[in-house]
Structures are given as C-alpha cells and as structure tokens.
Nanobody
C-alpha cells in the first residue's frame, strides 16, 4: 500500500478554475485505477472522476464538460483540472487509488471552496 498526497485546492470565484494534483508513492502506480471523490458538509463522499490504467475516464454527470482527469505514470501523479467552477462544487476533494477492491486507499483531501 502506498500513500497519496493531494494539493491544489483553495478558494476560487464561480467560473474560475483549479487544478488538483495527487502524488502517489506506490511502485505499481501504473496498475491502479485512480479517482477523485468529493465530500461536502453533511453529505456522503461521492465519485467525481476516475481514470483506469488504460486511460478510460468516467465522470459525475454534473461535472462533465467542466472537469478533466488525467494521469502521468512517469510522475506517479493524477490530476483533476476543474473549470467553470460552481458553488455546489465546494467540498473536500480526495484522491483514491484502487488496485483491487480489497487493496485501495485514500489521500487526506484538499479543500475546494467556490464562492463569490
């Protein structure tokens, strides 16, 4: 099991952009499905975007066309480019890594706040 460290969160106005990064310390990072989840106050954690080992992506409907997930296996890093941010995007964003259903782990999260 490795370790995930998220960065790039912050405060942004509606319509603005942020780029989240997640650095992994796993020697088989390239074999993990990577994902971004978010959790708003009082709500359950939910999937925002995921990317498989072959580059297939999946997005929450409400972020399609606005968010882009990508990975750089050479840097053991996954990114989430967030454009056209809305107040409802405010949440703690967590990076996840999944090798098998039994072998998965999470970062500690980074706060994203979208407010005018």
């Amino acid at each position: 099991q490795g370790q995930l460290v998220e960065s790039g969160g912050g405060l942004v106005q509606p319509g603005g952009s942020l780029r989240l990064s997640c650095a992994a310390s796993d020697s088989i990072f390239n074999l993990y499905t990577m994902g971004w989840y978010r959790q708003a106050p009082g709500k359950q954690r939910g999937l925002v975007a995921a990317i498989t080992t072959t580059g297939t992506t999946n997005y929450l409907d409400s972020v399609k066309g606005r968010f882009t997930i990508s990975r750089d296996n050479a840097k053991n890093t996954v990114y989430l480019q967030m454009n056209s941010l809305k107040p409802e995007d405010t949440a703690i964003y967590y990076c996840s890594a999944r090798f098998t259903p039994a072998l998965s782990y999470w970062g500690q999260g980074t706060q994203v706040t979208v407010s005018s």
